[in-house]
């Protein structure tokens, strides 16, 4: 039998049924409050890349994007550091700049995200997360639009890793437990 990564899924969260209903409506409610202003699409990659391609599908409103790469230093979510590792194409002075995210979890990413931005003096600055795990969250920070609020669990797919592996699954789904504990 070959290994197939749906093997390694103890249970699945979302369908993706479920997500493709969820982003359409996210998408109908972000093009409706902006209510004629453009909006510039900033993805943090490389989790969002499913949600922001789905996304933006649902936005029926001009837009533009542009992709921000972040990262945590080396598996330590608690070491408080995040650098920038690709930076902005072009300027937001003046836009009305959409964050989009793939998890919250302890809001450090998201924060030291918000807070580069704004030294960018956009028009406007706003956050949408397929995910949210209030649970997890150190740092005050909140989305103002958010998919799905989901529990204190690790989870994977739809563009979210475990070690860089199952960001393709087309659903999100919670790791088996011998997956982590096993060799990679
Ligand atoms: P934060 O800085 O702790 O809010 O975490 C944000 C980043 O951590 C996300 O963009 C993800 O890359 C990663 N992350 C947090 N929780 C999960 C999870 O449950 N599964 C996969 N990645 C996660």
Redesign the pocket.
């Known amino acids: 039998m070959p290994h197939v990564m749906h093997d390694d899924v103890d249970r699945i969260l979302f369908s993706e049924e479920q997500i493709q209903q969820r982003v359409g409506e996210l998408g109908a409610q972000i093009v409706e409050e902006y209510g004629g202003r453009d909006p510039h699409l900033i993805t943090?990659v490389?989790?969002?890349i499913p949600f922001i391609s789905d996304l933006m599908r649902a936005m029926d409103t001009p837009l533009s994007l542009d992709l921000l790469g972040?990262s945590?230093y080396a598996g330590t979510?608690s070491s408080g550091e995040?650098r920038l590792t690709k930076d902005l194409d072009s300027s937001i002075e003046g836009r009305h700049v959409l964050v989009v995210?793939?998890?919250?979890?302890?809001?450090?990413?998201?924060?030291?995200v918000l807070r580069n931005l704004r030294q960018r003096a956009p028009a406007s600055l706003k956050v949408v997360t397929f995910?949210d795990?209030p649970a997890?969250?150190?740092?005050p920070?909140e989305a103002d639009y958010v998919g799905f609020t989901?529990p204190d669990?690790?989870?994977?797919g739809y563009g979210?890793?475990?070690n860089q592996r199952y960001r393709n699954l087309p659903y999100v789904g919670i790791l088996k437990r011998d997956v982590y504990a096993g060799p990679l």
């Open positions: 943090i490389k989790g969002s972040v945590s979510s995040v995210e793939d998890i919250i979890d302890t809001g450090l990413t998201l924060s030291y995910l795990k997890g969250r150190g740092t920070v989901i669990e690790f989870v994977i979210l890793d475990w």
